[in-house]
């Protein structure tokens, strides 16, 4: 029966770079769709499913699991910063020029005056991982108070939220721990693009998997779902996460 389906599937314009595979789930009543992290793509289907009917049920998906793919497969490389005065950075969606100013004369790296300070650095990687650290500090300090209203929107209560360095992640939710983490990348976002991830990792506090319930839920605390997650997978790129 998955060969007929694998094959329904095949006949849809699927992407050909994404890796996808079909499993039987005798207990499911119907589709189910999971997107791993590194963007694979598993069809759970009952045993009874109907070729057809779940090549519409995905054909209809289509849009929102490409969307879900491009989040989590392999991401483009990184935009390299040069640690110079006057190069250009970003928080909470506006832009900042940078000033490197002699260590003697630094206060740490902060927002002064229109300009994003930072101690003139030893070496490139050092001026990188202070600038990570304050997005990461500040960050922290504004996605805890950013998620209070939200967290009661989803239906969750989470223990901690925090900004911190995720890999080639943009979110983590620890059900046990109830602890959600965020790349300190996306403070760089405005906040309507940074609440989407916010959320997205908020609604697997209570839902496994990306279906519809997880959606819904979803849904409840961002109306305009669609139009931010579209948004998202345009400048997802162009994040800067470190390198110089």
Do not use: N
């Not at 119907?30 to 791993?36: F, H, K, M, S, W």
């Not at 989803?154 to 046990?176: H, S």
């Not at 790349?183 to 279906?211: C, F, K, N, S």
Request: aromatic content about 6%; overall charge positive.
């Amino acid at each position: 029966m998955s060969i007929t389906v694998e094959s329904a599937l095949a006949a849809l314009p699927l992407p050909e770079e994404w890796r996808w595979r079909v499993a039987v789930r005798p207990r499911r009543r119907t589709l189910g769709i999971e997107v791993a992290e590194d963007g694979a793509v598993l069809f759970a289907v009952p045993a009874d499913a109907e070729p057809a009917a779940v090549a519409d049920a995905v054909r209809s998906r289509l849009p929102r699991l490409a969307a879900e793919v491009r989040k989590r497969g392999p991401r483009p490389g990184q935009p390299v910063k040069e640690l110079v005065s006057g190069a250009s950075f970003a928080y909470l969606g506006r832009r900042y020029r940078l000033r490197v100013l002699p260590a003697v004369e630094a206060r740490g790296v902060r927002l002064h005056r229109g300009w994003l300070e930072l101690p003139q650095p030893a070496r490139r990687q050092d001026g990188a991982r202070l600038l990570a650290d304050w997005y990461t500090d500040r960050g922290s300090r504004w996605l805890a108070a950013r998620a209070e209203s939200l967290a009661a929107t989803v239906g969750v209560v989470p223990r901690q939220v925090v900004a911190r360095e995720l890999g080639e992640r943009w979110g983590a939710c620890d059900r046990d721990t109830e602890r959600i983490s965020l790349h300190w990348a996306l403070m760089q976002l405005p906040p309507a693009l940074i609440d989407l991830v916010l959320v997205h990792e908020l609604a697997h506090l209570r839902t496994t998997g990306h279906g519809q319930t997880f959606r819904r839920r979803m849904g409840a605390a961002l109306v305009d779902l669609d139009r931010l997650e579209r948004r998202f997978a345009r400048v997802e790129s162009e994040l800067w996460r470190g390198a110089v």
